[in-house]
């Protein structure tokens, strides 16, 4: 039987954590309104390269303007927090 690893902890592993960013945008039709939209995926800090590889493609395909962005990153967890595990053993 092959074991296969979720991926999103596998992400975790390397390095990756939880990223939300609430982005805050002008609605194309009305720029007097301003909307939201939450974004949540697993990057890397500082950098969040995939927070900016989804804004790049925003600016570029989208017609709201971005007003502001703002993000929060937690890791959950780190290579240092699991144990592996070679048997189950079950009770009764």
Not at 25 to 53: C, G, N, S, T
Request: proline letters at 7%; charged letters at 25%; glycine letters at 6%.
């Amino acid at each position: 039987m092959e074991r296969q690893v979720d991926v999103a902890f596998a992400r975790q592993l390397e390095g990756y954590g939880l990223t939300t960013a609430n982005i805050l945008y002008r609605m194309p039709d009305h720029p007097a309104i301003l909307q939201a939209f939450v974004w949540q995926d697993y990057d890397l800090a500082p950098k969040f390269p995939e927070l900016e590889r989804f804004l790049d493609f925003w600016n570029r395909e989208l017609d709201g303007p971005i007003v502001k962005v703002e993000v929060a990153h937690k890791r959950l967890v780190g290579p240092n927090e699991w144990t592996a595990v070679n048997g189950l053993y079950r009770m009764h």
